[in-house]
DNA sequence: GGGTAATCTAGAACACGTTCCAATGATGAA
DNA sequence: TTCATCATTGGAACGTGTTCTAGATTACCC
């Protein structure tokens, strides 16, 4: 409990740490994208990016802290595709509707990824919650970015962003489990984002 | 794939098939109770019910499908706990407020009940899917009964039922993990139900 | 009642996440 | 350079979800 190995006060990895790190998040995504959660196989994760699986453990406590870093590291590619190319529509509500359909195409282009990253996201349980809560402010800033103000957010415009990600995240979910089109999808978060026209 | 055992078609089952039924819910229910999700241990499961283990899969074919009953079990009992007692507001948003703040209090005197059930739902994968797609029927029931319309919702209303059913449920999700106050949820909560006065 | 098919039981066996250990290798301070 | 510490390796071992099998029991039809 007290010394949790990563995130906090990381000591700064070595060259050749920080190229392990990598390698294992690599293969990871590699795996998640063929078979999904199921196929992340921690042995093989292990075993392909050349590392025993006891140092494996060491840089990721649980397979569910691997994909979730993986999510951190999709997430963090996604902003910077955004960021270059920002949403062309003049309301709030609109942009951020454009951006999230956008990133929910990119999802879908490896929706084995998306299975796997988000499966982990959601059954993450308290021992993983610092770094959910980082995918989580991720993706918050990603809304508020895509909201294209020249002013800071109000009171009501947080409180609102806070529900578009519950649902973007629930969409997401029963997207994934087939019980939702990707249609569907566009009108849930068209429906949250009319909270931003205020 | 071809032969799935439970619900299509459900052959009628006999007396003693429904107390078996009836036992293993119970022992699910009592094991998450305690440790939640990771206590709901398979062969403890079937030995508290008198079950051979083969037994208790061939009833619910894994640890996600006995817990995703488990929950359509409890919002039953929910449900007519609701019908006894409906909201006192009255404005929809404030009914459906009141209403699943009050299923909240409910989940809260059972929190390691409620993160199972909710870790089985999230993590279900594509075979559970008519089972969690009978769950959020249920949820959307309770939500659209909670508005106490004298007339059948619009079009806008079922679009806002949608989204206040992904904020209750990420919401939860997020309470569970630790990374929400209640008074949060509660305000989350709010500000989606904006979406009912319209 | 007798026969047959379906169900149930007990328990072994398997798969994969996770932990642990002894031995080896890298790193940094004196 | 030498030593001490920490990281890495290979692999065994463990726990729990899931599957499988052989034989007992039950349900049902004649």
Redesign the pocket.
Known sequence: MTTSPRPPAA?PL????EA?RRRILHTAAQLASRGGF?A?????V?ESS??????????F????H?LVATMQDQLQLMQEQLRKHPPSAEEPGARVTETLMRTFRGLQREPQLAEAMVRALTFADRSVSAEVDQVSRLTAVLITEAMGLDHPPSREQLAAVRVIEHTWHSALVTWLSGRASIAQVRIDLETACRLLAE
């Not at 050349?50 to 840089?59: D, E, F, I, P």
């Not at 406590?61 to 569910?64: G, L």
Request: charged share 30%; no cysteine; glycine share 8%.
């Open positions: 000591p070595t060259e050749r740490q392990r199921d992340v196989q921690m042995r093989e292990a050349g590392v025993a699986l006891g140092t494996l453990y060491r840089y406590p649980s397979k569910v691997l």
